[in-house]
């Protein structure tokens, strides 16, 4: 069993009261990132509910909660459940005489070719990341928004979901949690507009990259396939620490995130940014130069026309004048085709963007009533 410890020796960047007097539920807060999280949050302030479907593992935490000096509680249930969600949201209120904070961490994983995942297998997901989200959400509203039991006027609640970056673009094995996902982060944003709007509530999302010692690496990244080609295509050459996403929990669910809404936050050191690296460094630098050597050494390519109507390089001076071989005096003058056709081929030019001096300075001067003849 995961040990439940901090995952880190860092200080933390925040004040040890941003979030004193609030009280937040944890689902699947009795393991891995669930758990970080709900120790950073106790460690600053806020008294913690655990959720969890394993009851051995939530008695193991809120006894490392409590020697902290947090106020913990776990409480067992299923977040696919309605029934469970009910009774885990009304028994951390009636506990704690409110709830500030919801944080839906419980999700499955584990890495499975397409053709091999059953419907059954792929709808687990679905219902746990998925519809487990939004289920608590759903029965959590009540105590959350601005007004509701518990609460004051002033302001609503806070929820995090926990996402992930897979569905970004597309990963290997893994369609099931990459849907599961998709949808959770629509559902961030759908209800950080509505419940935002009518409710003040803020609801964000964390999307870690690969983080050490927790559950969800364990399955996805196992040592026996753990390389030093996968860590190379890391940009910042490292894993995560189950403290990296607490403290983005902690930022959004303080004041140093008021004015956050609707906004999944990917916590993964640019990892999903990043793609294998096919050739050295060494390599393109050696090719950039070779090729900068053809182009300076190549020929200039051929004139070619730039519109089958008007070709810049070939115009005359008859193209500006009349039948008697004389400049119009003037937008009024006696030979108006003559200056339309002028016109006709200004326009040309300026679309074609080629050879200014060529037609600028003669038609400058037909407008102004000069003879261009010495401008030729």
Known sequence: MESSSSSSSSSSPFRGDVVKGKVALITGGGSGIGFEISAQLGKHGASVAIMGRRRHVLDSAVSALTALGIPAIGLDGDVRKKEDAIRIVEATFKHFGRLDILVNAAAGNFLVPAEDLSPNGFRTVIDIDSVGTFTMCHEALKYLKKGGPGRGTSSGGIILNISATLHYTASWYQIHVSAAKA???????????EWGTD????????????????PGLRKLAPDEMKGSEAKSSMPLYKSGEKWDIAMAALYLASDAGKYINGTTLVVDGGLWLSRPRHISKETVRELSRVVERKSREAPPPARV????????????????????????????????????????????YFKEQVIKPYIEIPILCILHGNDPSTDF
């Open 305 to 348: 026309p730039t519109s089958k109507l008007f070709d810049p390089h070939e115009i005359r001076k008859s193209d500006l004048t009349d039948e008697l071989g004389q400049v119009p005096s003037g937008i009024f003058g006696h030979s108006f085709p003559v200056l339309m056709r002028s016109f006709w081929h200004l326009k040309s």
């Open 199 to 214: 409710y003040d509530i803020r609801v964000n999302g964390i999307a870690p990259g690969p983080i050490d010692d927790t």
């Open 183 to 193: 949808a959770v982060d629509s559902i961030t944003r759908s209800l950080a507009l």
